[in-house]
């Protein structure tokens, strides 16, 4: 059964069943949609994580929060970033600037202003040497490889670049494509870089 995020006239946030029913009343500060079971949840200025019985499995003590992915999810604490599992023990501690969750076994982390992938044992598969990067899809992430606002291309998961950074914005790969935009149009391009679908107009 799928629940919503709501928030009532009093500014507080529960959730609702599709018919508008209240199954987890308004006695958050804040909320975000379920990923894998768990929902996340603020009060008194921090995160946590309830299932969809209204129990809060994780207590709100972090400053920041992602949803769970591949059964991890990303927190922030004091500055820092790491990632925990559904009964709250940390899988990797926060020792990150910045990160994303876990997508395809591996997670986008940022370490002084640069981004890599790590997998679930902290162990660095791409180091940090990306301006700014996504998450994998299909088996190829998103990578800017010189300034934050530089041009994109996709990486393998050797951290070969396979499609040049020549895109001012793309998006991750859905069977086998994905929409890219140079110039201000929009086209498609296959994993090896070949544009299938023409670039539109403006």
Do not use: H
């Amino acid at each position: 059964m799928p629940l919503f995020p709501y928030k009532n006239s009093s500014r507080k946030w529960g959730f609702v069943e599709k018919s508008g029913k209240f199954v987890i009343p308004c006695v958050y500060d804040g909320a975000r949609v379920f990923s894998e079971g768990l929902a996340e949840v603020k009060k008194e200025g921090k995160w946590g994580y309830i299932d969809k019985g209204g129990k809060l499995v994780v207590p709100c003590i972090y400053d920041e929060t992602y949803g769970f992915s591949e059964g991890c999810a990303a927190v922030e604490k004091d500055g820092k970033w790491g990632y925990i599992d559904k009964d709250d023990k940390f899988v990797i501690p926060c020792i990150y600037d910045e990160t994303y969750g876990f997508s395809e076994g591996l997670a986008c982390i940022m370490i002084e202003s640069k981004w890599g992938y790590i997998d679930k044992t902290a162990k660095f598969v791409i180091p940090c040497l990306y301006a700014n990067a996504g998450q994998f899809s299909e088996g190829l992430a998103a990578v800017i490889k010189d300034g934050k606002w530089g041009k994109w291309g996709f990486i393998d998961k050797d951290g070969k670049l396979v499609i040049p950074c020549i895109y001012d914005r793309v998006f991750n790969f859905i069977e086998g494509l994905a929409c890219v935009e140079k110039d201000g149009r929009k086209g498609y391009v296959d994993k090896a870089g070949n544009v299938v679908i023409p670039f539109g107009l403006e």
